[in-house]
């Protein structure tokens, strides 16, 4: 009897297929091993979907971070674009940092994302950015990216996903459950399809956790932006030096901002009811004992309380003098 052409193909014996699992498995062993994330992370069990998908996110980063570098200006320096990349750079950080390919796929993610929002290095390394933030933002951040240069870096102020949120304070502020309001700045990379962004989350909108330095005032307004109250420094800084009984209270805070500059307040007025809080690029003020300006920078929370009498709803700017 001819033997069947199938009989030769004999299927592997049971010892050869656990063979060949024990290698594969040694391979992605190794191969996490490798990978960009912090020892505590890589050493725990991670799916080989996972693994590979960590995998060719870390290639797309060493291909454009791995060879020659540029020279960076003063300017990259200040929006977080070092030219030496270490994990002592990205400590330095009050936030984490993000790297981007030119499709807005995460290149690169620090490890401080579970600390701000909760979120996993893992789970969203490889993944777009944009699953992460709020869908009403997400034309906002692509503005961002798509308009920032070598030479003109951008700021933007978006909702991001947190895990955190829960277990915040009770008090705070939440116009967006089970998101985050970060300040991104955002730099090209060392070629036209990279971005690298610094995350900066927002303080707590809670005026008792905000601390207020010796160069800053505060001022709180209506939803309006009609100045209900003032701090001393703030009356010492805007009030007219010919009026002594003047006040700041009761004017519109666009009033004080140098025209040239209202559309940062502008933009932030609209913003803020969606986000909660905010954070300015640099705008000027005009000190009214001069008439000169100076340029600050404003931590901004819309606050919302609630009681069986009345609905209050203001705004609170805590300005820093540059």
């Not at 807005?104 to 944009?130: A, F, H, K, R, W």
């Not at 240069?149 to 895990?163: A, E, F, G, L």
């Not at 207020?212 to 309006?224: A, E, K, P, R, Y």
Request: include cysteine; charged fraction near 20%.
């Amino acid at each position: 009897m001819e033997s069947s052409p199938y009989r030769d193909k004999q299927k592997p014996s049971k010892s050869q297929a656990q063979q060949r699992r024990q290698m594969e498995n040694f391979e992605f062993s190794q191969l996490a091993k490798e990978l960009p994330l912090a020892r505590a992370i890589s050493g725990q069990h991670i799916d080989k979907t996972t693994m590979v998908r960590l995998a060719t996110a870390y290639i797309k980063l060493y291909n454009i971070f791995g060879q020659g570098r540029r020279a960076y200006s003063s300017a990259d320096y200040y929006y977080g674009s070092d030219s030496h990349w270490t994990s002592n750079h990205l400590d330095l950080l009050d936030g984490f940092f993000v790297i981007l390919d030119r499709r807005g796929d995460v290149l690169y993610i620090s490890e401080t994302i579970s600390i701000y929002l909760g979120l996993s290095q893992v789970e969203m390394t490889g993944n777009p950015m944009v699953d992460y933030i709020h869908e009403q933002d997400i034309n906002c951040f692509n503005s961002a990216l798509n308009y920032c240069d070598r030479y003109w870096p951008q700021m933007c102020n978006v909702r991001v996903k947190s895990s955190l949120t829960k277990r915040a304070n009770k008090d705070a502020v939440r116009a967006s459950p089970g998101y985050k309001v970060l300040r991104l700045e955002i730099t090209m990379g060392p070629n036209p399809n990279t971005r690298m962004i610094a995350c900066y989350p927002m303080p707590t909108p809670v005026l008792s956790t905000v601390t207020i330095s010796s160069n800053s005032f505060v001022i709180i307004t209506s939803i309006d932006l009609r100045i209900t109250f003032a701090d001393e420094k703030a009356h010492q800084l805007l009030r007219n030096l010919y009026f002594q009984d003047s006040n700041i209270k009761g004017m519109s805070y666009y009033s004080l901002v140098d025209v040239t500059d209202s559309e940062v307040i502008s933009k932030m007025h609209f913003d803020i009811f969606n986000l909660g809080a905010y954070k300015t690029p640099y705008y000027r003020m005009i000190s009214n004992q001069t008439a000169n300006t100076f340029y600050v920078e404003s931590n901004i929370f819309r606050h919302t309380s609630v009681s069986s009498k009345q609905f209050n709803d203001s705004i609170t700017f805590v300005s820093s003098i540059l």
